[in-house]
């Protein structure tokens, strides 16, 4: 079984190869508002590198958002062309649960613009709060010292922490979720009038 992962919803393009339970193709770089010139190539390269044609691909995995406009639509529309035209099923994740898969405790923080950020609480590998895109006024007395931020942790005077995204995407296919129709796949945006309301 290989399938072909992708995000393309914050600043890095991220690609994996996994056969079976192996990762044998990887890409992870910075691309801000790059990822759709530089893609194919780096698909390309990967797909060749591993050995690997587009036929061997048995199934697509992306992240379905949040996170930018421009970016979310870049995977989702590669992968929908790619599994309506093979009849490939289709996977999704949220952009936070993928990044969180590795650190079973964590607050994750990707950078919204507008002094925002989307965030989601992690304990026990299970999110606890709900995905939001919020100011960071109001996040900011809710995070401890202790707390381990994954993501763009700079946000709130800390370090940033990318975490390996092939590894993530290895690590949460529990959490996968099977699109029943490729064609009503949408993507997850909260950048709304009513998504940035201010949280309490």
């Given at each position: 079984?290989?399938?072909?992962?992708?995000?393309t919803c914050h600043i890095n393009l991220?690609?994996?190869?996994?056969?079976?339970?192996?990762?044998?193709?990887?890409?992870?770089?910075?691309?801000?508002?790059?990822?759709?010139?530089?893609?194919?190539?780096?698909?390309?390269?990967?797909?060749?590198?591993?050995?690997?044609?587009?036929?061997?691909?048995?199934?697509?995995?992306?992240?379905?958002?949040?996170?930018?406009?421009?970016?979310?639509?870049?995977?989702?529309?590669?992968?929908?062309?790619?599994?309506?035209?093979?009849?490939?099923?289709?996977?999704?994740?949220?952009?936070?649960?993928?990044?969180?898969?590795?650190?079973?405790?964590?607050?994750?923080?990707?950078?919204?613009?507008?002094?925002?950020?989307?965030?989601?609480?992690?304990?026990?590998?299970?999110?606890?709060?709900?995905?939001?895109?919020?100011?960071?006024?109001?996040?900011?007395?809710?995070?401890?010292?202790?707390?381990?931020?994954?993501?763009?942790?700079?946000?709130?005077?800390?370090?940033?922490?990318?975490?390996?995204?092939?590894?993530?995407?290895?690590?949460?296919?529990?959490?996968?979720?099977?699109?029943?129709?490729?064609?009503?796949?949408?993507?997850?945006?909260?950048?709304?009038?009513?998504?940035?309301?201010?949280?309490?």
């Amino acid at each position: 079984m290989i399938t072909l992962c992708m995000d393309t919803c914050h600043i890095n393009l991220a690609l994996c190869l996994i056969e079976d339970q192996t990762i044998i193709g990887r890409v992870q770089k910075p691309s801000w508002k790059r990822q759709s010139e530089e893609i194919f190539p780096c698909l390309m390269d990967m797909m060749d590198k591993a050995g690997k044609k587009p036929e061997d691909i048995d199934q697509v995995v992306i992240t379905r958002g949040p996170g930018s406009y421009t970016g979310v639509r870049i995977a989702m529309t590669i992968a929908k062309v790619f599994c309506a035209t093979r009849n490939r099923p289709l996977y999704t994740i949220g952009t936070l649960d993928l990044y969180a898969a590795l650190t079973p405790d964590c607050v994750v923080l990707l950078d919204a613009r507008g002094q925002r950020a989307y965030t989601a609480r992690y304990r026990n590998g299970k999110r606890v709060t709900e995905t939001a895109a919020r100011y960071l006024k109001d996040m900011a007395p809710e995070i401890k010292e202790d707390d381990i931020l994954i993501g763009d942790g700079h946000l709130l005077n800390r370090p940033d922490r990318i975490p390996d995204l092939a590894a993530c995407f290895l690590a949460s296919q529990p959490n996968w979720e099977k699109a029943e129709n490729v064609h009503l796949v949408r993507p997850e945006y909260l950048k709304s009038s009513e998504a940035y309301r201010r949280v309490r």
